[in-house]
C-alpha cells in the first residue's frame, strides 16, 4: 500500500508478508544516509506472561538482557559485520519496545540482511550470557548514579502499585543473576515473531528490495504471542511521596500526574497529543505558571514537561531543579484543579496547539526519529502521519478533561532527589 501526503511531501508504503511482519518504507530523496530500525513490541513491562500454555515471571531487565546478547552469533557479533560495512549500528530497550538499528550511506542490502539475522536467528550460551551478565552490571551501577534515572524510577515507583513499569528496564544486579540462555530463548520466541515485529526504512531505498530481503532474512511461520500481564489496576497512587539522597547541587524533581490507560479502541497518537499538549499548557516554557515559578526562583530553564504512554497506565510530567520542589508541587497542583474548573485561555491552547503541531513537522526531517516515532505507531495500528489531521480533532476541551483527570484526589506523586 502506498500512500501519499502531497501538502507535506511525504509518502507511506507499506506491506505485511506472509508470516506477519510489518514493512514500512518512508522515502527520503536526496537525503545521503539510509536509517533502517527492527523492532517488536516487546519491552521491560512485559516480564510476566503466558506463553504456549505456561505462565512465565521472568527477571527484572530480561528485555534488556535480550537485547544485549542479541548480538551474539555462531559466526562472530553483528558489530563486528556491521563494522566492515562501514555502517553505524545500535539497539535500545525502552519499557514497551526493543529495537535494532543502523545507518549507512551505501552497502544497504547488506546492512539490511545482517539487521535481519541478528533479530532472527538468537544464539545463547551458558558462557556468553554470564559474560554479559558483568557488563550489564555495570551499566546498571553507571544508572543508578545518575539522579536524573533514579528521580524517574522513583516516580514511577510511588505512582503505580503493582505495574511493572516500577521496575528500572535494565533490572538489577540481583534480578539479571537469575536469567539463563532458557529465560532468553523463551522471551524470544513469545515476543520476536514477526507478527509482533515492524521493519521501518527512512531514506533512500528500493522498497520492493526491502520486502525481498525481509522475506528471505525473516522467518516463514510466525508464533503466538506471549499474553502478557500487568497485574490489578489502583486509580490512586502508590505514594505521593518518594525522597531519594544522592550528591546533587539542587535537588531534583519530577512530579506525576496518573492518567487513565488508553480505552479499548482509543487513537494512541491522538491520547499522546492530549497529553503532551496538557503538560505544556499546564508548565510549559512558554506557559503562565513557568514564568511565574521561575520569577519566584523556584524553576530554572532545565524544567522539562512529558507524557508517557504504557499499557494499561499514563503519566503526565513535570521535572528539573528546584531549591523547593514542594512548593512548586503546590503551584502546579493548585493550576492543575484551576484549569480543570475555569478552562484554558484560547489564546494560550492555540499558541500551544502550533508548538507541538511543528515540532511535529520536524520530525519527518529527521529520519532516525521519524523513523521510531513510525515503528511506534504501527504498534498502535496508525502511522506517525496520522498526527497530523487528529490536531484538528483536538479542542481546549478535550485538554480540560485531561486536567479533570489529574485533578482527582490521589492522582499525584512527588519524586525528590537531593543531597544527603
Known amino acids: 500500500m502506498i500512500r501519499n501526503e502531497t501538502a507535506l511531501r511525504e509518502q507511506i508504503c507499506t506491506r505485511t508478508l506472509d508470516n506477519g511482519l510489518r514493512v514500512c518504507y518512508l522515502p527520503k530523496p536526496g537525503f545521503s544516509k539510509t536509517f533502517a530500525i527492527l523492532a517488536t513490541d516487546f519491552g521491560s513491562v512485559d516480564a510476566s506472561f503466558t506463553f504456549e500454555g505456561q505462565r512465565y515471571d521472568t527477571p527484572a ?51 539490511l540482511e545482517i539487521l535481519l539475522r541478528l533479530a532472527f536467528v538468537p544464539y545463547f550460551t551458558a558462557d556468553n550470557v554470564e559474560k554479559e551478565r558483568g557488563i550489564i552490571g555495570q551499566e546498571i551501577g553507571m544508572m543508578e548514579d545518575t539522579p536524573g534515572w533514579q528521580v524517574f524510577c522513583g516516580l514511577l515507583a510511588g505512582l503505580y502499585h503493582e505495574h511493572p513499569v516500577r521496575v528500572s528496564i535494565a533490572g538489577s544486579v ?26 521501518v526504512v527512512c531514506g533512500t531505498a528500493d522498497f520492493d528490495e526491502i520486502c525481498r530481503l525481509a522475506t528471505q532474512f525473516s522467518p516463514q511461520d510466525a508464533p503466538t504471542i506471549g499474553q502478557r500481564h500487568y ?14 539522597q ?25 491520547r499522546g497529543l492530549l497529553g503532551e499538549l496538557a503538560a505544556r499548557i ?67 491552547f492555540r499558541r500551544m496547539k502550533k508548538a507541538v503541531y511543528g515540532l511535529r513537522l520536524r520530525v519527518l526531517d529527521a529520519p532516525d526519529v521519524y523513523a521510531r516515532q513510525q515503528a511506534n505507531a504501527l504498534f498502535g495500528g496508525e502511522d506517525y502521519l496520522d498526527c497530523i489531521p487528529l490536531f484538528d480533532t483536538i479542542g481546549a476541551a478535550d485538554v480540560q478533561a485531561v486536567f479533570a483527570r489529574w485533578a482527582q484526589p490521589d492522582r499525584s506523586c512527588l519524586s525528590i532527589v537531593a543531597a544527603d
Do not use: W
Open 61 to 111: 531487565g530480561v528485555a534488556h538482557f535480550l537485547e544485549h546478547k542479541m548480538f551474539e552469533e555462531r559466526d562472530g557479533n553483528a558489530l563486528q559485520k556491521f563494522a566492515r560495512t562501514g555502517a553505524s549500528p545500535n539497539a535500545f530497550t525502552s519499557h514497551t519496545m526493543t529495537a535494532y538499528h543502523f545507518s549507512c550511506t551505501d552497502r544497504f542490502a547488506e546492512n
Open 174 to 199: 540481583d534480578s539479571i543473576a537469575q536469567i539463563t540462555p532458557e529465560t532468553l530463548y523463551t522471551c524470544h520466541r513469545a515476543f520476536y515473531s514477526p507478527r509482533n515485529m515492524v521493519l
Open 231 to 244: 497485574g490489578t489496576r489502583r486509580d490512586t497512587v502508590a505514594a505521593p511521596l518518594v525522597t531519594r
Open 246 to 270: 544522592m550528591p546533587t547541587s539542587l535537588p531534583q524533581f519530577l512530579l506525576g500526574f496518573k492518567d487513565e490507560p488508553l480505552r479499548p479502541g482509543e487513537s494512541r497518537l491522538r
Open 282 to 348: 499546564l508548565c510549559g516554557d512558554t506557559a503562565p505558571l513557568y514564568a511565574t515559578l521561575y520569577e519566584q526562583r523556584l524553576i530554572g530553564r532545565d524544567l522539562d514537561t512529558d507524557y508517557m504512554l504504557l499499557p494499561q497506565a499514563a503519566v503526565g510530567m513535570i521535572g528539573g531543579e528546584s531549591r523547593d520542589p514542594q512548593a512548586v508541587r503546590a503551584a502546579v497542583e493548585a493550576e492543575v484543579v484551576r484549569l480543570a474548573h475555569e478552562g484554558i485561555d484560547e489564546a494560550l
